[in-house]
Nanobody, 129 residues
């Protein structure tokens, strides 16, 4: 059973930083996407960033140069380093895993929730002005 658990959310002032972590257990595949998504109150879930099993990354325009995703395969953990946070970054943040068959392209840049099979429970990030 695949499980994803996020941590690291909290409340910060604008300009501050947070680092989110997502630990994956039960996954044995070799080709995957690990994505971070967020959903603000009353808005649709949107893709923030993703990293694939080859180490390629993609970012939404709204977070480029401020957010960085990375992975530690030994710890089955993906990180989201968020710097220069803005009030509009306030949302519930979710990590997600897409298991990609050998015959399919990884397509890390799509950042679409529909690509992803497994989701964490989310961690709240609140940025005050």
């Amino acid at each position: 059973q695949v499980q994803l658990v996020e941590s690291g959310g909290g409340s910060v002032q604008a300009g501050g930083s947070l680092r989110l972590s997502c630990v994956t257990t039960g996954y044995t595949g070799r080709r995957y996407l690990m994505g971070w998504f967020r959903q603000a109150l009353g808005k649709a879930r949107e893709g923030v960033t993703a990293i694939d099993s080859d180490g390629n990354t993609a970012y939404a325009d709204s977070v480029k140069s401020r957010f960085t995703t990375s992975q530690d395969n030994a710890k089955n953990t993906v990180y989201l380093q968020m710097n220069s946070l803005k009030p509009e970054d306030t949302a519930m943040y979710y990590c997600a895993l897409a298991d990609v068959p050998n015959w399919a392209p990884l397509r890390v840049s799509r950042l679409s929730p529909a690509q992803y099979n497994y989701w964490g429970q989310g961690t709240q990030v609140t940025v005050s002005s």
